[in-house]
């Protein structure tokens, strides 16, 4: 999985903008999503949360809920603690330094999120590992919210998003070497897999609230029985 040092945290913010069409919408509506379903006073669980974006679209959102934000990335939470402290609503939340495979002991939660984490790991197990440790992580009933690269075979997607990032960057060979990249290093799902292991683990049929070419995002609940 992606590793983020210092110099990778410092520059997230800009870098991302470039890389996924329809960032910061793709955020707020994920926000929506869940404020529409959850309780006033949720708690969230928000697995590699990175610089924080989700963090604080939902705390500026919903003023009673609180959140438990977990990252590897030591470089990564500093970020979001900063954003936190600056916007006043750090003492609702509890920063965790560890994958969310890794973490105990947090309890049950109405909501959870991933945004970009699933789509760096392979899918020889980790991302069965991964989203099991997210969905029992929800309480019975409970919403979870994820964003991702997403497998197509649609060639004219794919074009359009390399087109895109030449815009993006206004510059060819980076949009190039971005798609290069892109495809080395990434394990995207379909919907078929992402059904099937949705699914697997109780959850409902995901059902999709953002598409940014081939960026998306779906949300699914976990089953009351």
């Known amino acids: 999985m992606r590793q983020f040092e210092a110099k990778d945290a410092e520059t997230y913010d ?8 329809g ?7 994920g926000c929506r999503v869940l404020k529409s379903v959850l309780p006033d006073r949720a708690r969230v669980l928000l697995a590699g949360v990175g610089t924080g974006k989700e ?5 500026e959102a919903c003023p009673f809920w609180r959140f438990v934000a977990v990252d590897p990335s030591s470089a990564m939470l500093d970020r979001a603690m900063m954003r936190a402290r600056k916007a006043e609503f750090v003492d609702r939340v509890s920063f965790v330094e560890s994958t969310i495979e ?14 970009l984490v699933s789509h760096f790991l392979p899918d020889d197990g980790g991302k069965l590992k991964y989203f ?21 075979n649609e ?11 030449g815009d993006s960057f206004a510059d060819e060979e980076k949009a190039k070497q971005v798609m290069g990249h892109i495809s080395r290093s990434f394990h995207p799902l379909n919907d078929e897999r992402l059904s099937g292991l949705l699914g697997g683990l109780g959850m409902g049929l995901p059902q999709e609230y953002f598409s940014g070419l081939v960026y998306r995002g779906f949300f699914a609940s976990k089953s009351e029985g």
């Not at 099991?132 to 197509?152: I, P, Q």
């Open 23 to 29: 960032y910061d919408l793709m955020h707020g509506l």
């Open 155 to 165: 060639v004219m997607i794919t074009k359009a998003y390399s087109e895109w990032l």
């Open 102 to 115: 890794d973490c105990e002991g947090l309890g049950e939660f109405e909501g959870a999120t991933s945004y």
């Open 55 to 59: 963090l604080a679209e939902m705390a």
């Open 132 to 152: 099991s440790a997210l969905t029992k992580s929800l309480k019975k009933g409970g919403l979870l919210v994820c964003s991702d690269f997403f497998d197509t």
């Open 14 to 21: 800009f870098r991302i903008q470039r890389l996924v069409p």
